[in-house]
């Protein structure tokens, strides 16, 4: 008994000693995975504040806090399991709708793309050619690779060899250890040139050899090598920028920096501006009836009518097909899916063939039947563009509809309209009073749902007739523009230079507009809900 037990509590110690090394082996390892993500984060964060972007090395910061916390306490045990995705979540969807959401109050448009660290460096690079600037004799050379280099002579008699983007060396302690006071024939593989090639050259003519203050060019149309010097020099103290060539001071106005006379820096850095973007969106344009006035109203009729249309149309082919006379249903309902079936991008190119003024189907048979007398400008009339826009939508959207009321339909019990014959209801009381309102319960929440999406439907509208026709020459908005392909204009596609602070203004009403969509969506989903109850 007692060699039993010895061997017994033997062995539980040797499985404590066990379970207690591989307890401190696991944290040593956690330990030493958390120190390597935490001095990666450190010196990305440090990178991100360098540069100036502050919202993203926050957001790194909390990231990497959140996951120390997690893996060091064993209390927050569980959340060590999810935390990757909680990560991707902070980083790829909340820090990307939080810098929108910035993004909307600030000036961020082309010229103004950079923070300010990384505009001043980009100035600060920028040289020029003093009168007094030393000059240099030269002589270039090229090997078969096309790689070239300059013998330089210095005005005190110093010769240097000079690459493009390298620091310029002493010919005795370059690779080449020469010491002569005459260029030689060759230089390693490099051989000389003439001036001919030389000036022919474009690595050589008007090219900068050296780097830094130390940093020679070669004018384009030959002439001695002359030293280059910093164009401009930011003053920090007094947050101006000095150009060394003219003496002029620029004073930083909304992230632009601007000389006394007006004159303006390129590239400058964006800044928050407030609510001008906003006061621009709902200021004069809006309430005057402007472009976006035009293009704001248009936008809820476009989403309004590919919703009535497509849903009647659908409902009574739903109907049709529903109805116990009809054969061959199965095969009329499969041709009816085929718009469906077919990608928009697709079936959106074909209608705008089928419109075209010159070779279209639809207008050929136009003025065929007409004698000529019939022609519909589709692309030059805003009522033209916006009926074919509503059209196409028609077709797109109609097969959406007939699946959700023909499954709607089919859920409606065959003895309620029994019921309702025997009480004298005919076919269209029963419709009006029966199955429109226990359709509604199903289908009305995706009616909004299509609302919604119509409501961004950026396929249709872009790929018709890219907003077209335009409203004014002033204005990238178009008569078929909705909110999302006039932010697509404004943002990338304008032709005046992108204006994302703007575009994200946009887009932050659009989100609005949406949330509003979707809180009525809930409230009348309750309120056929009721409905249903009472029919």
């Not at 101006?240 to 992230?255: A, C, W």
């Not at 476009?302 to 409902?315: P, Q, S």
């Not at 279209?360 to 007409?370: A, C, H, T």
């Not at 226990?438 to 890219?466: H, K, M």
Request: aromatic letters at 14%.
């Amino acid at each position: 008994m007692d060699t039993t037990q010895n061997t017994t509590a033997g062995a539980n110690n040797s499985l404590a000693d066990s379970n207690s090394s591989s307890s401190v082996g696991g944290v040593a390892a956690r330990l030493g995975a958390l120190a390597l993500v935490d001095a990666f984060a450190i010196w990305f964060v440090y990178s991100l504040v360098r540069d100036g972007n502050f919202f993203l090395a926050l957001t790194i910061a909390v990231v990497t806090i959140g996951i120390n916390i997690f893996f060091s306490s064993e209390r927050m045990y569980p959340y060590r399991w999810f935390s990757p995705g909680l990560a991707l979540m902070v980083i790829l969807v909340l820090y990307p709708t939080a810098f929108t959401l910035y993004i909307s109050f600030t000036n961020y448009a082309d010229g103004n793309l950079l923070t300010k660290p990384q505009a001043l460096d980009v100035l600060e690079g920028r040289t020029y050619t003093a009168e007094d600037a030393p000059s240099y004799d030269w002589t270039a050379y090229s090997n078969e690779a096309g790689d070239v280099l300059l013998w330089l002579e210095g005005p005190e008699g110093e010769t240097l060899i000079g690459r493009p983007g390298q620091p310029l060396l002493a010919a005795a302690e370059s690779e080449f250890a020469i010491e002569a006071d005459e260029p030689p024939d060759a230089l390693g593989d490099f051989q000389q040139v003439s001036s001919f090639q030389a000036i022919t050259n474009p690595q050589i003519a008007g090219g900068t050899f050296g780097e830094g203050d130390t940093a020679v060019q070669i004018p384009s149309s030959g002439g001695d090598a002359r030293a280059l010097q910093p164009k401009y020099d930011f003053q920090p103290d007094e947050n101006v920028l000095v150009d060394n060539e003219t003496g002029t001071v620029y004073e930083p106005v909304r992230g632009t920096f601007v000389g006394p006379e007006g004159d303006q820096i390129r590239p400058g850095f964006y800044v928050p501006i407030g609510f001008d973007n906003f006061q621009r969106l709902f200021g004069s344009d809006l309430l005057a009836g402007g472009p976006f006035y035009q293009v704001f109203v248009w936008t809820f009729l476009h989403a309004f009518l590919a919703v009535f249309f497509t849903f009647w149309l659908g409902l009574f082919m739903a109907i049709v097909l529903n109805h116990e006379l009809v054969p061959a249903k199965k095969i009329l309902r499969s041709a009816l899916l085929i718009p469906y079936a077919i990608p928009a991008f697709i079936s959106v190119l074909v209608w705008r063939g089928l419109l075209d003024p010159n070779f279209g189907v639809v207008d050929n048979f136009l003025e065929m039947i007409s004698f000529g007398f019939l022609e519909i400008p589709w692309r030059s009339s805003a009522t033209a563009a916006r009926t074919a826009i509503v059209m196409i939508q028609l077709w797109l959207g109609f097969p959406y509809m007939l699946l959700i009321c023909t499954g709607a339909l089919q859920g409606i019990p065959e003895d309620m309209y029994e019921a309702a014959e025997v009480d004298g209801a005919g076919p269209f009381r029963q419709f009006w009073n029966l199955t429109l309102p226990l359709l509604l319960v199903a289908v009305g929440p995706l009616l909004i749902a299509s609302f919604a999406f119509n409501f961004n439907n950026f396929t249709v509208i872009q790929l018709y007739l890219d907003g077209g026709p335009p409203i004014n020459t002033t204005s990238v908005a178009g008569f078929t523009d909705i909110l999302i392909t006039y932010t697509y204009e404004v943002a990338f596609s304008s032709g005046r230079g992108a204006d994302y602070g703007f575009a994200t203004a946009i887009t932050i009403v659009i989100f609005v507009l949406l949330t509003i969509v979707t809180l009525l969506q809930f409230q009348l989903t309750r309120r056929l809900e009721e409905i249903s109850e009472n029919v």
